[in-house]
């Protein structure tokens, strides 16, 4: 089996449509796809819908998910969770609130980007984002089309859109012990998403991982494509220590990156633990 654990749409900063990022996941030869929208579930019918209008004799397994915004000793983290009840209502509560302040964060960097000398706008962004809920990505696709940087990628420096870098602007993100309490007790299931991507900014410590691991963290995405095979090897070992599933996944973004859809995969008798510890929502299969 091929399982991919972490893929976006346009519902957030995506380029695929979720039909679209079915099938993909199809063509990719995938078995398992997650879908984790920033903050959202707002993919998922669409996503649903796909994956039952396939023809007979294709099978795909579509896992419900999301991917949220937490921040931890000022350091900004993501939390994968899936299998969650999307309409247990403290956890959707919070879900909105990330999302809505994510507008007022947009529009902030884009004003900051602008007195650095990008020329660039908000109606830009929002073209760009179309019904996504705007994120740092569709900034970085400004960036580039207005030719101050070559690359998404190149977006996410100091100088730019990094964290702490010159346009970051913060938002409201979940502490991360609540974020996990908030997932298990909407029936759903908690990974620490890129958790050495140094790239990005800070990272958390292991001493924040143990704390995690005893509040209810399921598992840390090892395998992704920010982690050289060091951080891999050493990513691994806390895990084991702490009792934590590894995964892997590609962390898809369709156009917006070059990782491919299916680079990173999980093993199967990983999945099937996380399968076992959800109760919020079922996978959906054809």
Known sequence: ???????HSNASDGTDSPAELVAAAVAAGLDVVAL?????????????????????????????GA????????????LL?????????????ERELVRTDRFRRGRAIVERCRELGA??????????????????PHIASALVEAGVVATVSDAFTPDWLANGGRADIRKHETDPVEAVRLVRAAGGVPVFAHPGAVKRGRTVSDGVIAD???AGLAGLEVDHTDHDEETRQRLRGLAGELGLLVTGSSDYHGSRKTVRLGEYTTDPAVYEALLAQATGAKPIER
């Open 81 to 93: 969770a899936y299998l969650f009840d999307p309409e247990e209502p403290e956890f959707a509560r």
């Open 1 to 7: 089996m091929r399982i991919d654990l972490h893929a």
């Open 212 to 214: 995690l691991a005893a």
């Open 36 to 64: 984790t929208d920033h903050d959202t579930v707002g993919g998922h019918a669409e996503a649903a819908g796909a994956v039952h209008a396939l023809p007979d004799g294709t099978r795909l397994t579509l896992v419900p």
């Open 67 to 78: 991917e949220l915004s937490c921040v931890v000793d000022g350091i900004s983290m993501h």
């Open 119 to 136: 020329d660039i706008t908000w109606e830009q962004v929002r073209r760009i984002a179309g019904a996504g809920s705007v994120g740092r």
